[in-house]
């Protein structure tokens, strides 16, 4: 099985811990990517993370994805989930078990947000958890997948 899942961050997530805390939380990128990588590993799974700004870009990371045949991709494509059919398409065309996550709960905030079109090629959509909502994603990736819980080793506790 592969080992490997892509986190996928989109624009304005390289702000996280400053960019709207009242919205998003004092957590930054940094430990969001922590977070991945513990979880991840407790189901013997490498989180790749990655984040861009550019469409285009987190359009190549998918594909790359696809390339290096990933187990999953979790992602967070912030604006573009409302906007880009083109982001929808990549994933929709890679058939790779994806998880859409939201931060914040898009079903609560502007209506403009309430349509995602990442969703749509997504088998899950989690929103609303915080950053929490990544280890969710992940945890139920890794069911989706049939990766299963690594038994801590006596004498070490399991890190989330």
Do not use: W
């Amino acid at each position: 099985m592969a080992r490997t899942i892509y986190v996928l961050n989109g624009p304005n997530l390289n702000l996280l811990g400053t960019r709207e805390p009242e919205t998003y939380g004092h957590a930054s990128l940094t430990d969001v990517e922590k977070l991945c990588k513990a979880t991840a590993a407790q189901f013997g799974l490498v989180a790749d993370c990655r984040q861009s700004n550019r469409e285009g870009e987190l359009i190549d990371f998918v594909h790359e994805a696809h390339a290096n045949k990933a187990a999953g991709i979790v992602i967070n494509a912030g604006g573009y989930s409302h906007t880009s059919i083109a982001l929808h398409d990549a994933l929709a065309a890679v058939k790779i078990p994806t998880v859409e996550v939201h931060i914040s709960n898009i079903h609560a905030r502007e209506n403009f947000r309430h349509h995602s079109f990442t969703a749509k090629a997504a088998f899950a959509s989690l929103c609303g958890f915080g950053i929490d909502g990544y280890r969710l994603a992940i945890n139920g990736l890794a069911a989706k997948i049939g990766a299963k819980e690594i038994e801590p080793k006596i004498g070490t506790k399991a890190k989330a």
